[in-house]
């Protein structure tokens, strides 16, 4: 069974960084692209980036590129999110994903995780 576990989140002060983890189980994980998608209260999912199997090949949102930086680290099965300079239109519930592949890196993701809050106040 699949699982993918998030974790790094919390709350900061506007122009802070946090650093998100995403654990995966249960698949070939360099053969997965994994990607980070975000939804805030009342509004739809959104993209934010992601990142091929192998390469790697990253892509980013408009809103957070320059800003944020997706790695991965095939050996511990993980992948993670730099977020630099934070804003309030940062917050939001952080989902990790993954799916098969290294194309479409935007779409099509079928496996999620549980969720890290990401909350920028001052």
């Known amino acids: 069974q699949v699982q993918l576990v998030e974790s790094g989140g919390g709350l900061v002060q506007p122009g802070g960084s946090l650093r998100l983890s995403c654990a995966a189980s249960?698949?070939?994980?360099?053969?997965?692209?994994m990607a980070w998608f975000r939804q805030a209260p009342g509004k739809e999912r959104e993209f934010v980036a992601a990142i091929t199997g192998v390469g790697p090949r990253t892509t980013y949102a408009d809103s957070v590129k320059g800003r944020f930086i997706i790695s991965r680290d095939n050996d511990k099965n993980t992948v993670y999110l730099q977020m630099n300079s934070l804003k309030f239109e940062d917050t939001a519930l952080y989902y990790c994903?993954?799916?098969?592949?290294?194309?479409?890196?935007?779409?099509?993701?079928?496996?999620w995780g549980q969720g890290t809050q990401v909350t920028v106040s001052s």
């Open positions: 249960g698949l070939a994980f360099s053969r997965y692209s």
């Open positions: 994903a993954a799916k098969p592949g290294n194309f479409a890196l935007r779409v099509g993701y079928g496996t």
